[in-house]
């Protein structure tokens, strides 16, 4: 067939650079739906442009214009034809509403065992404290709390503290979000050690909480103790305890427990849930962190311990609805057939 080879490249250059288009803003923004008529359409200009291909090959002097138009074919073939997922869009709030608490109900053996090791940590430590109340320099890493509680809760009565912390809350705010993520972060990666870092990392961390509680009801501060470690508490202490199982889950992955699968295969098979759950980690610590800077560090007489302590149980009961029901259809379907039921009943 001869055609004239210039004609015919000006007559279908604007159906090219219309498919052209076409793809490039799907491929752009791949969660786009097509419409009905915009999918016939991309399927004609698809079709036509490999009739032009046809034609053109006869040609060998328009290399440019035949390489041009295989590669447009071909991003269309593929677009067209080609097996590809189903793409979602991330929804943070469903992500958080839905995906974590049903991502950390799935693998609650593991934070039950995160959960049993802090505890069994937290015994030791107060065991210690109990039985040598000079360990404390060796438990207590932090130098504020070696002394003696009673010293420390009259000062913090006081207001010794609040006015370096209003003058920099927000700096403070900060430091702790970010030191707990990194200390999250790093009790996940100890799962690579087959786990026996992030077992120990929890048994210290118990430790040290262990030490300092028992070190404040000895002193007759119990009051004190639990105002000022709830409210952030609350929150804080579970998030460690879910990287704990974040790491825990990873160990169990490199170990296989007996598995037929290769370990590269069960790591790909557990990598998301443990991103999810680090995720839901690190949102967790930022209102941690928020509560400790505005809320936790300001005593008796600025915030009576009640006030405080109620606003830790409340944080707690919370938590653990959401972590224990969050997400389930079920629940959503058992409530929605009791309301019809009660509104047939009415009638």
Same mark, same amino acid.
Not at 39 to 46: N, Q, S
């Given at each position: ?22 793809l ?6 791949p ?25 053109i ?5 328009e290399r ?13 073939y593929?677009?067209?034809?080609g ?27 593991a934070?039950?065992?995160?959960l ?13 404290i109990v ?22 809760v009259?000062?913090e009565e ?11 809350k ?14 999250s ?35 007759? @501060?119990?009051?004190? &103790? /639990?105002?000022? +470690?709830?409210?952030? $508490?609350?929150? *804080? !202490?579970?998030?460690?305890l ?10 169990a ?17 557990v ?5 999810t ?6 949102v ?5 962190g928020?509560v400790?800077a ?18 830790g149980?409340? @944080?707690?009961?919370? &938590? /653990?609805?959401? +972590?224990?029901y969050? $997400?389930?259809? *079920? !629940? ?5 057939r009791?309301?019809?039921?009660r509104?047939s009943?009415?009638?």
């Amino acid at each position: 067939m001869i055609i004239d080879l210039q004609k015919f490249i000006v007559a279908e250059q604007p159906f090219w650079s219309e498919l052209e288009r076409v793809l490039t803003r799907q491929e752009q923004d791949p969660y786009r739906r097509m419409s009905f008529d915009e999918i016939g359409r991309l399927h004609y200009l698809y079709q036509r442009a490999s009739a032009d291909l046809a034609k053109i090959n006869t040609y060998s002097s328009e290399r440019a214009m035949r390489d041009y138009l295989e590669a447009l074919v071909g991003r269309a073939y593929s677009f067209i034809y080609g097996a590809r997922q189903e793409t979602v869009r991330f929804k943070p709030w469903r992500w958080f509403w839905r995906t974590f608490p049903s991502t950390f109900r799935r693998h609650r053996r593991a934070f039950a065992l995160s959960l049993a090791v802090m505890l069994t940590g937290a015994i030791f430590g107060a065991a210690a404290i109990v039985i040598d109340p000079e360990a404390k320099a060796v438990l207590m890493p932090f130098e504020h709390l070696q002394g003696d509680p009673s010293e420390r809760v009259a000062k913090e009565e006081r207001g010794a503290n609040e006015k370096h912390l209003t003058q920099g809350k927000s700096t403070f705010s900060a430091f702790l979000m970010t030191h707990n993520t990194r200390v999250s972060v790093f009790v996940l990666a100890l799962g690579m050690t087959w786990g026996i870092g992030t077992v120990l990392l929890l048994f210290t961390n118990g430790v040290m909480l262990g030490a300092v509680a028992a070190d404040y009801i000895r002193a007759g @501060e119990s009051a004190f &103790l /639990v105002g000022w +470690l709830l409210p952030h $508490g609350a929150v *804080e !202490i579970p998030s460690i305890l879910v990287a704990g199982q974040a790491g825990l889950l990873l160990a169990a992955a490199l170990i296989g427990g007996g598995a037929a699968k290769p370990m590269g295969e069960r790591l790909r098979a557990v990598v998301p849930d443990v991103v999810t759950l680090i995720s839901g980690v690190a949102v967790m610590l930022v209102w941690a962190g928020l509560v400790e800077a505005f809320f936790s560090q300001y005593h008796q007489p600025t915030i009576p311990y009640a006030v405080k302590i109620a606003f830790g149980v409340v @944080e707690l009961m919370l &938590l /653990v609805l959401f +972590l224990r029901y969050s $997400g389930r259809r *079920e !629940i959503g379907l058992a409530m929605r057939r009791r309301l019809r039921g009660r509104w047939s009943k009415s009638r």
